[in-house]
């Protein structure tokens, strides 16, 4: 059983940094691709980045590109999002999901990951 595990979450102002991790157990790490996904109330959840296995290549939402980082640790089966410059609407809960197939393709859509953290609540304060 997979389990992926978020943290790092936490209430920051405007135009500050927070650093999320998210660990995985239970399955083997360096074969997935790991997402970031976030939802703010009353929004449906949306895709923010993803990373490849090898940690080679990156693709980030137009919202987030060049604020936020992905990156990965295969040694500590971790991925982490650095957020840069944070907004207001950047406030969700965000959640890192894998992807098993470890294809590098269609990587947005949710029903391509296979498992899910819990989530972390992000708060960007004006």
């Known amino acids: 059983q997979v389990q992926l595990v978020e943290s790092g979450g936490g209430l920051v102002q405007a135009g500050g940094s927070l650093r999320l991790s998210c660990t995985a157990s239970g399955g083997t790490f360096t074969t997935y691709v790991m997402g970031w996904f976030r939802q703010a109330p009353g929004k449906e959840r949306e895709f923010v980045g993803a990373i490849n296995r090898s940690a080679g290549r990156t693709y980030y939402a137009d919202s987030v590109k060049g604020r936020f980082t992905i990156s990965r640790d295969n040694a500590k089966n971790t991925v982490y999002l650095q957020m840069n410059s944070l907004k207001p609407e950047d406030t969700a809960v965000y959640y890192c999901?894998?992807?098993?197939?470890?294809?590098?393709?269609?990587?947005?859509?949710?029903?391509?990951?296979?498992?899910w953290g819990q989530g972390t609540q992000v708060t960007v304060s004006s």
């Open positions: 999901a894998a992807d098993k197939s470890g294809f590098w393709y269609n990587i947005q859509p949710e029903y391509k990951y296979d498992y």
